[in-house]
């Protein structure tokens, strides 16, 4: 895989990247979460979306 930011296979798209600050606003407010607590659940269950989603949700 690239890492050509303007060049994303949809696989990206459902993929955190806690590396870049754009991406982490983004789904910080997405998940209505700030950024430690998207760390922690990147650690908690890996970079997927869906995962993290789950994760969050189970927290209530």
Do not use: H
């Not at 890492?3 to 997405?30: F, G, L, M, T």
């Not at 970079?47 to 927290?59: D, G, H, N, P, T």
């Amino acid at each position: 895989m690239s890492d050509d930011k303007a060049r994303r296979s949809p696989e990206d798209n459902q993929q955190v990247d806690i590396d870049d600050p754009k991406e982490i606003a983004n789904w910080c407010k997405s998940f209505a979460c700030n950024e430690g607590d998207l760390r922690a659940a990147v650690i908690a269950v890996g970079k997927s979306e869906k995962a993290i989603r789950q994760y969050f949700e189970s927290l209530g």
